[in-house]
């Protein structure tokens, strides 16, 4: 094991790419020197202000510039903006003596050799022995960047190559030069899954390395394919989304998001540098492409694309669509196909691709021709890229958002399948695929033992994939540790004594069902077992209650079975409490209403470091119904101080129910309340969350856990806050901030926090305020607006203001 520890980083640029690389290291609590070049001549601002070439703050502008912009640019680089202050700025004349002090210089500048090498020429000057020097290239050879320096430079010079942008993209390339040590990569591979939340992935030293290699083919596949097809950029949008477990922007918006410009270069650079690559010529740009770049529609970055938006003067927008025939933007047109109304019900993504392929309509014609090609182009590119085919698929997941890897998706359609399809298209596998299915080997993967195994080519077998000892993965377990299973939850043995509910509803809302799962996880927890952690490895956490059940119920007018309903949920969550063995919650993506509400009731929470936590409800017309209302009033008297304006300490925790504010971190989460310093826990890679949940529920149930006692010390406030409460909506109302059902709901929330008209502030125990929580509840679901907001969710999933 190394003893080397990352206390600072140098990051030598501070471009798009440097600066969120150096966000990302400040994310991780690393201290950080952010370099870049002095300007050459002033600007008109500081010729304004008499300011010279020789001013500190001229010469850092390039720096302070970058780094301003990265910070204000959405979606944000840094989990809390007071991380920025671990970042230090400065330029490459005065400041780079301050890199000997460094343990890992990256650098991140231009794409071009020759300033690369006058770059690590000076560092190599200032650099000391034995640190850590990578480059974030994406595209230049790395043994030609090392070439002349020293022997201690080479042995710890590598790239590190993070993908755009470096705090949501999982993708770290580690690619060795011809004298790194071995020592330095197996660090590296390490650190960037354990520190930095990655997956690490060590790739050879080729052109575009393995993420951009495959991914660049597969979209410029697609580009060749639209007008060979006759598709539409929607209808390929369409079959390459959500439907197939890719990100929402599919191809033709993620190239306009990431800039066209970019693609090319990366594109370009592949047709010079792959001359012997038997799909050579796909790397050639179409026409259009050619087009586009001479009329600089970029994408975003030039307000046009392949999509454009268009507002018009009464402030009504739309988005265009480029016809890829008349290089002209037309109305956007709604794309739909009879194979993909198949998929539908079919609820996981892995289980639709043998559907999708067998589809009579252009989609199954679209979807076996980009298959063959893709799992024909990956088989061939072992060894050359790679010698192991999970690094592949790793890599297309990690940087590109997929889902699933090439060799899972050809794995889900049948590996026979998959030759018979190529066949049928005119590729051939690589011949070391028939050698598999010779030697009796069926799939490229299988689970063993709660691990996963792929297959090694050498061998000829199944080999066990490294490095997922660190991680508890429920899809390898699942089948083999059930313990219990409903319509909702599945609890597994996650072993010593640590039970896990998993929910499996549709986006984990928490329905009857749900609630079930989670009592009889606990019952099951206080017979045999020692503690409870409730996580999933689903794309979100939860997105709430089931909202459909409430508007159903509420629309039929069956007060009683709603108020038996909301019982049950605040029940559920007072049980997560007050259990007798000690419960996790492990948030992850989103974890909103009823989804936060149950994290607020555990005794600790795990929250993945990408957690967007909430309390939402305002937005379908009512109040936090499961404890959530009551766990806010008891927090914000919890840290009333003494001589605190206690009134304002409530009205904090008020509006962040009442504004429905959603924290875009966990760190976030902590100003908000939702989580607490000294108790709740974070952790950077969501493939570790289920792992470091259960370490913490079997460290609390091993440290003498006790069952919590109720709390009957709940100060509330009463007539005073009511009084300061009730002014403020009216004044919000009267002002048109809010409307006038949303005056209606904060009113109900403020009369819940206050404790009701007390006449003075009183001690009330917490069945008190979940009764009158539920109260509040109940009378804003009789309200016609209210359900004409659940309904506009259950519709379109965005709130309704009415």
């Excluded at 500081?46 to 010469?59: F, H, S, Y």
């Excluded at 790397?283 to 009329?295: A, R």
């Amino acid at each position: 094991m190394s003893t080397r520890r990352i206390k600072k980083v140098a990051v030598i640029g501070s471009g798009i790419m440097g600066s969120g690389i150096a966000c990302h290291f400040a994310n991780i609590g690393v201290d950080v020197l952010l370099l870049d070049i002095v300007p050459r001549e002033l600007n008109a601002t500081e010729q304004a202000k008499g300011l010279t070439l020789q001013d500190k703050v001229v010469r850092n502008r390039m720096v302070n510039d970058s780094l301003t912009a990265a910070l204000k640019s959405k979606p944000s680089p840094i989990y809390h903006q007071k991380f920025a202050s671990r970042i230090t700025t400065g330029n490459l004349e005065d400041d780079i003596a301050k890199v000997k002090d460094v343990d890992w210089i990256i650098e991140v500048v231009v794409e071009r050799l020759d300033i690369k090498k006058q770059v690590f020429e000076t560092l190599e000057k200032h650099r000391t022995p034995g640190t850590l020097i990578t480059s974030n290239t994406s595209g230049i050879p790395i043994h030609f960047m090392s070439e002349g320096r020293s022997e201690d430079f080479q042995k710890h010079f590598c790239g590190t190559h993070f993908f755009n942008p470096a705090r949501y993209l999982k993708l770290f390339e580690i690619i060795p030069g011809p004298e790194t040590s071995q020592d330095v990569l197996d660090f590296l591979n390490s650190y960037g899954e354990q520190f930095l939340g990655k997956t690490s992935v060590v790739a050879k030293d080729t052109p575009a390395f393995i993420g951009n290699r495959v991914g660049i083919f597969s979209i410029m596949s697609l580009f060749h394919a639209v007008k060979d097809m006759d598709l539409t950029i929607e209808e390929v949008d369409k079959l390459t989304g959500p439907v197939i477990g890719r990100p929402k922007s599919a191809t033709f918006r993620t190239v306009d998001v990431v800039g066209l410009d970019t693609l090319v270069h990366v594109a370009n650079g592949l047709y010079e540098n792959v001359p012997k690559d038997e799909r050579h010529d796909l790397f050639k740009l179409p026409d259009f492409i050619s087009k586009m770049m001479e009329n600089k529609w970029l994408g975003s970055k030039t307000k046009q694309g392949f999509y454009k938006l268009e507002r018009h003067k009464d402030g009504t927008k739309d988005i265009l669509s480029l016809d890829l025939n008349t290089l002209e933007y037309r109305p956007n047109k709604k794309a739909n196909f009879a194979t993909l109304e198949l998929t539908k019900t079919i609820e996981k993504v892995v289980d639709r691709f043998k559907v999708l392929v067998v589809g009579k309509d252009k989609a199954g014609d679209f979807y076996r021709k980009n298959f063959a090609a893709l799992f024909a182009y990956v088989s061939n590119r072992i060894p050359e890229i790679t010698n192991e085919l999970y690094k592949i698929d790793d890599a297309m997941k990690a940087g590109f958002g997929w889902q699933h890897g090439p060799f899972q998706i050809w794995d889900a359609i049948g590996v026979e399948k998959g030759i018979e399809i190529m066949k049928a298209e005119g590729f051939e596998p690589a011949a070391w695929v028939n050698d598999m299915l010779a030697s009796g080997v069926s799939s490229f993967y299988a689970i063993k033992d709660g691990a996963s195994y792929f297959y090694d080519i050498p061998s000829k077998k199944q080999e066990k994939v490294p490095g997922q000892d660190a991680f508890i993965i429920l899809d390898n377990i699942r089948k083999s540790n059930e313990v219990f299973k409903n319509s909702g939850v599945v609890i597994e043995d996650l072993g010593d004594g640590i039970l896990n509910c998993e929910f499996q509803s549709k986006m984990n809302t928490i329905g009857g069902d749900v609630l079930a799962g989670i009592n009889k996880a606990i019952d099951l927890a206080e017979k045999d077992f020692q503690g409870l952690v409730v996580g999933n490895q689903g794309a979100n956490f939860s997105v709430g209650a089931n909202i459909g059940m409430i508007f159903m119920m509420a629309a039929e007018q069956e007060y009683d079975e709603l108020n038996m309903a909301i019982k049950y949920f605040q029940d559920t969550m007072m049980r997560m409490r007050y259990s007798s063995i000690p419960t996790i919650s492990a948030p992850h993506g989103m974890a909103l209403g009823g989804g936060c509400e149950l994290s607020l009731h555990a005794d600790k929470v795990v929250a993945a470091a990408e957690t967007y936590m909430g309390l939402v409800e305002f937005g379908v017309g009512v109040i936090p119904g499961g404890g959530g209302s009551k766990e806010m009033t008891l927090r914000a008297q919890d840290t009333f101080k003494k001589g605190d304006v206690e009134l304002n300490t409530l009205q904090e925790y008020f509006l962040t129910i009442g504004m429905a504010k959603v924290s875009t971190s966990a760190y976030e989460a902590f100003d908000l309340g939702l989580l607490q310093h000294g108790k709740d826990v974070v952790v950077v890679n969501r493939d570790r969350q289920i792992a470091t949940a259960k370490a913490h529920a079997k460290l609390m149930a091993e440290s003498g856990y006790t069952q919590p006692i109720k709390r009957t010390d709940i100060k509330v406030l009463g007539k005073q806050a009511l009084g300061m409460f009730l002014v403020g909506t009216d004044s919000m109302e009267a002002s048109h901030y809010i409307s006038e059902h949303d005056q209606k709901i904060a009113n109900k929330l403020a009369y819940v926090m206050a404790g009701g008209d007390l006449s003075e502030p009183t001690l009330v125990n917490e069945q008190y305020l979940l009764d009158l929580e539920r109260e509040a509840f109940l009378s804003l679901c009789t309200e016609r607006k209210t359900l004409e907001r659940i309904q506009h969710m259950l519709k379109t999933g965005k709130p309704l203001r009415n």
